[in-house]
């Protein structure tokens, strides 16, 4: 598990869309070989979305073979409401890029049989084969997805009845009417993300302190959703100093002491880079942060005798 802590909420959100780019752009997908990026809805996620709407229209990433799948949609409302998921992933993300329409699945809230849905879902998930970052976000509650407090954390897509805090959450994207926000939802499963080879959750605010402090200084808890990443064997949480306000002090000062390799992301979709090689890492994550191209801003150069790293410290160094 790896915790980023970036000093506000435009730099978290800056860090995952490097993070995303990289990780597509390190693929190399084709027209045989799809990336599958999993995607949250809400607030949180819209700065992140911004940047790679940039990164696109600046020609530095395309999502031409990308396929993804959101977490959730609302039961009932309408796909063309404004306040649907449909029409945030849209108007906020997919009509920016140059995704195929056909490659963004979204859950159908208004579908007659809603448990063939949501098993049909699974099925693509696992047909496009499995999700290869799944990107999430949390309520205050440490809710991920729509998997409320009690959730069971093998828990596959399905339909859920929304908790209150959620419900009182939402209303203010729907006028403040709670009579107007809907009560039931399609969501993936803490099983369903689980299973994703890579998880990256997005935590930011104040308001969110609480329910990071559960994800990560406290056991496994089904009443915290979140909180079952622990056990993912590549889960990164990226948050802003405010979220990090109910951490412990030597929580934090550990996440931040982390060498800077581990802490430091940029694109660099032009440029192939040469790590030390001779280094060994007890953690595969790590391992491959380190070692894998575009994954880092700055990497120190190698020289010809093992183990030992230039004095001239990080700098770039171009592999063509």
């Keep these: 598990m790896r915790l980023v802590i970036l000093d506000n909420y435009d730099l978290a959100s800056e860090w995952a869309a490097k993070y995303i780019c990289n990780r597509i752009i390190q693929f190399r997908p084709g027209q045989?070989?799809?990336?599958?990026?999993?995607?949250?809805?809400?607030?949180?996620?819209?700065?992140?979305?911004?940047?790679?709407?940039?990164?696109?229209?600046?020609?530095d990433l395309s999502f031409k073979y990308v396929k993804t799948f959101n977490m959730d949609e609302y039961v009932g409302l309408p796909r063309n409401h404004p306040e649907s998921y449909h029409s945030y992933m849209w108007n906020n993300f997919f009509k920016h890029i140059d995704i195929d329409p056909n490659n963004a699945h979204i859950l159908d809230g208004n579908a007659t049989d809603l448990q063939a849905e949501c098993d049909a879902f699974e099925k693509k998930i696992k047909e496009a084969g499995g999700i290869d970052l799944f990107v999430g976000g949390i309520g205050p509650d440490g809710h991920i997805a729509f998997n409320e407090p009690g959730s069971s954390l093998v828990s596959r897509t399905r339909l859920k009845t929304l908790a209150m805090d959620t419900i009182l959450a939402n209303a203010k994207y729907f006028d403040g009417d709670l009579s107007k926000v809907p009560t039931m939802a399609l969501t993936v499963g803490v099983g369903t993300v689980m299973d994703a080879r890579e998880v990256m959750i997005l935590i930011t605010g104040a308001h969110k302190a609480f329910a990071l402090y559960k994800a990560i200084e406290e056991g496994v808890n089904h009443?915290?959703?979140?909180?079952?990443?622990?056990?993912?064997?590549?889960?990164?949480?990226?948050?802003?100093?405010?979220?990090?306000?109910?951490?412990?002090?030597?929580?934090?000062?550990?996440?931040?002491?982390?060498?800077?390799?581990?802490?430091?992301?940029?694109?660099?979709?032009?440029?192939?880079?040469?790590?030390?090689?001779?280094?060994?890492?007890?953690?595969?994550?790590?391992?491959?942060?380190?070692?894998?191209?575009?994954?880092?801003?700055?990497?120190?150069?190698?020289?010809?005798?093992?183990?030992?790293?230039?004095?001239?410290?990080?700098?770039?160094?171009?592999?063509?």
Aim: hydrophobic content about 35%.
């Design 32 to 59: 045989d070989r799809y990336f599958t990026l999993g995607l949250p809805t809400g607030s949180t996620p819209l700065g992140c979305y911004k940047k790679l709407i940039e990164y696109h229209k600046n020609g």
């Design 223 to 320: 009443m915290w959703t979140v909180s079952a990443f622990q056990q993912h064997p590549r889960t990164i949480f990226v948050c802003d100093e405010d979220a990090t306000l109910e951490l412990r002090v030597k929580t934090v000062k550990y996440f931040k002491g982390l060498p800077w390799w581990l802490r430091t992301v940029q694109h660099l979709p032009a440029m192939r880079e040469t790590w030390v090689r001779s280094l060994v890492w007890e953690d595969p994550l790590e391992k491959e942060m380190a070692t894998n191209s575009s994954t880092l801003a700055w990497k120190i150069p190698w020289t010809e005798e093992p183990g030992r790293l230039q004095s001239m410290g990080p700098q770039r160094v171009r592999h063509d």
